[in-house]
């Protein structure tokens, strides 16, 4: 069973940064993605970026292109989220989630579908 820590939410002024951390465990396959998405309130989940195992090829979502970046630590079993340049619209509740597959997977969208196991969700709020 796939389990997904997340930490790194909070506070923080428009133009500022976090970091979301995202750690992972109890993969079954070699060959899975893990993402992030968000829901802000009102608002339908969106994804966000997502990362591949299969040779780290990553997604963004055009709303966060060019200000976050995802990347991942094969160490620790984590996948991190940079967040700059934040503005006010990026506040949500943000959720990793993971999605396994049969082989090699390299990303050209973010689906909800494809994923079945979430974390547990951080806050994260752009205000000044």
């Known amino acids: 069973q796939v389990q997904l820590v997340e930490s790194g939410g909070g506070l923080v002024q428009p133009g500022g940064s976090l970091r979301l951390s995202c750690a992972a465990s109890?993969?079954?396959?070699?060959?899975?993605?893990i993402g992030w998405f968000r829901q802000a309130p009102g608002k339908e989940r969106e994804g966000v970026s997502c990362i591949s195992s299969s040779d780290s090829s990553t997604y963004y979502a055009d709303s966060v292109k060019g200000r976050f970046t995802i990347s991942r630590d094969n160490a620790k079993n984590t996948v991190y989220l940079q967040m700059n340049s934040l503005k006010p619209e990026d506040t949500a509740v943000y959720y990793c989630?993971?999605?396994?597959?049969?082989?090699?997977?390299?990303?050209?969208?973010?689906?909800?579908?494809?994923?079945?196991?979430w974390g547990q969700g951080t806050q994260v709020t752009v205000s000044s």
């Open positions: 989630a993971a999605a396994e597959f049969s082989g090699s997977y390299y990303p050209t969208a973010i689906w909800e579908y494809e994923y079945d196991y």
């Open positions: 109890g993969f079954t396959s070699d060959y899975y993605a």
